[in-house]
């Protein structure tokens, strides 16, 4: 290991929780970021390609904001996003080839292609969607958090049996839902009720075309419209993932040990534009290069590499070749995936008590077994 | 825990006896006997817990159960509804009382985007067992955005369950399976029968969903209504009784599913039918049940189906024009005749 604790571009690292993890922990976290960048670079050919249809948002650039947020919290915590949802998916754990298979509309998705590119789902991992509505999740994440607070403090055990223990839900939104009613109402329940649930705003500057600024009020001091619900703020760079850690860590630990809300004003960039159709008529190339170089993938690499030199040259190509490898199965493994059957999949997972004369045009069935869970019908 | 649903073979108690209670004591029983069994089960709404409820439905409650499970809430519907989804994602059970389902239309998408649609986006991982109930539809001089019948808005999107009670004895076996049911379920209460009495079973009963109730026996022309209305049914079928008219009425009580093999069975009888709707009548529940009257048993009918609906105008304030506007006993008893041939 080296003994500097500086990098290349200045950063001191002295004080740095991230740097105290394990060489295994933080190789795992830079496979984790090239898995998200080459995730989402075939996601844009496999679209290009149309065999991805509907809206798709990808999440290069911001690939410290789901990472590092995620390793800061328990597996069993709760989590719920926003649309750019594949890196939120694949950070919690999901197995890149079900993340694919659901934007190919394939039975073998996470939602059996019945959700797509905005609706990635894992119970196993505790991820509760991709939600499209622009803030719709964030009420719904105040309930999963109100739902932990509930468990420990009136059940007294796992909804599920098993102990309860105190926990926290991240709710990620982007600055677009700023405006939002919902999430207003929300940041309200959460203050009054002392929910632990923490708002990730991952602001990247822009909700579609339109800059921060020409859309949400006090957007210089965001700090001020969580201060109004009494909520616990924080605001700190999303382009490095061990930045990302350190200053989430703490504040996570604290709102989980208090059981309160908290705010985070996560500074990222999007490389691409809000979606695939977007021109990108309302920012200069200089501006997306200006971040670029301060890239997540290249930040962490270059630590590894060149500042604490647990990584070599060799082991970082094969980490890289492995990582394309494993996307490029993905992709395979979502275009070999058999189509939803209408007869069988059109009419299941629409009701779970699936009662008599429910539908004019018929009665309801079960599904056949999702991937992940493994519930359902059987073959 | 109380979670057995109810089967159609289930006996359940008598609807007749002494114990006459209010409307609203039978919901807040159907819910506290649930809330005994089950700890996942809280009530969320504004004006439930100190104030006792808004409409007294909840009155005690409070006491009861504590603040950790009757919780009072602002008034942001769209707010509290959506954090009521999110628990019951997790595994609670939440029953949220709208003070009115007038006010449910700015929580519209979470109710109508996220509740019922959770299963099927997240290819059948995740359900929502919720209930969302409150008052619905007009007659209290309340105007236009407070008398909202919204169940034929809101019975269009599949993935949810909708139950409208008519009676004490009803509302609180059908609250029970609400409750106990894994699916979301919209229940809708009217502000003008929470003071109504009847007898109710101190036992805990459930009614299975998707059984009418057969309030009264005949063979000219069957009549089927849910919710209020069906007393206005009740009187007009007094009357056409003493002109020797003998209407089949049906108290459908939940509208998703439909009982619609019972109005059937009742159409291949009578060769007629009825339907009183307080909803608007353009894409509404009688046209619905018209339609598949005429898809599947069109060869039974000796008569065009006949609609009563709610006047096709915004619910007006002034009394003389809110009656105009509303379904009631004259317009059934004339529609019947016309049905049979006698108007």
Known sequence: MATTTTTRAGKNRSKSLAAKLSDETLHAWMRDLLLIREFELRTMAAYQQAKIGGFCHVYNGQEACALGTIRSVNDDDPVITAYRDHGHALARGMDPKFCMAEMFGKTTGCAKGKGGSMHMFDKPNHLYGGHGIVSAQTPVGTGLAFATRYEWEVLKKGVEGGKASKKVCLCYLGDGALNQGALHEAMNLAGLFDIPVIYIVENNGYSMGTEIGRGTTMAHDLGRKAAAYGIEYLEFDGMDVMDVYDNMKPFVDVLREEQRAGFVNLKTYRYQGHSMSDPQKYRGKDEVLTYQERDPVVSLSEYLLHERESLTDEDYKAMQKEVKAQVKEAVKFAEQSPEPDPAEELYSDVYVNREKNLSTMGEYVQGAANVLTGEGRKK | ?343
């Open chain 2, 1 to 343: 825990m109380t979670t057995t649903l109810p089967n159609p073979t289930d006996t359940l108690p008598s609807r007749t006896g002494e114990r006459v209670i209010q409307f609203r004591e039978a919901l807040r029983e159907a819910m506290s006997h649930e809330m005994r069994e089950d700890e996942r089960i809280f009530l969320i709404g504004e004006e439930v817990a100190q104030y006792n409820g808004a409409y007294k439905i909840s009155e005690g409650m409070l006491a009861e159960f504590g603040e950790k499970r009757i919780i009072d809430s602002p008034i942001s519907e769209n707010g509290f509804a959506g954090m009521a989804i999110g628990a019951a994602m997790y595994g609670l059970r939440p029953i949220v009382e709208f003070m009115s389902w007038s006010f449910s239309l700015v929580a519209a998408d979470q109710i109508l985007n996220n509740a019922p649609k959770m299963l099927y986006m997240s290819g059948g991982q995740w359900g929502c067992p919720i209930v969302f109930r409150g008052n619905d539809g007009a007659g209290g001089q309340l105007g236009s955005t407070h008398s909202w019948c919204v169940e034929a808005l809101f019975s269009n999107v599949p993935g949810l369950k909708m139950a409208i009670p008519s009676n004490p004895y009803d509302a609180k076996g059908l609250l029970a399976t609400a409750i106990r049911d894994p699916d979301p379920v919209f229940f809708l209460e009217s502000e003008r029968m929470l003071g109504d009495k009847a007898h109710v079973p101190e036992e805990q009963y459930a009614i299975p969903f998707g059984l009418a109730h057969r309030v009264r026996e005949g063979d000219a022309c069957t009549l089927i209504s849910f919710g209020r209305p069906v007393h206005f049914c009740m009187e007009a079928a007094e009357e056409l009784a003493q002109e020797g008219i003998d209407v089949d009425l049906l108290d459908m009580r939940t509208i998703r599913p439909l009982d619609i093999d019972s109005v059937i069975e009742s159409i291949q009888k009578t060769g007629r039918i009825v339907i009183v709707d307080q909803s608007w009548p353009f894409a509404g529940i009688a046209s619905e049940v018209i339609a598949q009257v005429c898809e599947r048993c069109f060869d039974w009918l000796d008569h065009p189906p006949v609609r009563v609906n709610t006047e096709d105008v915004p619910t007006p304030y002034s009394k003389v024009l809110e009656q105009a506007y509303l379904p009631n006993a004259d317009k059934i008893v004339k529609a019947v005749r016309a049905a049979v041939g006698e108007g």
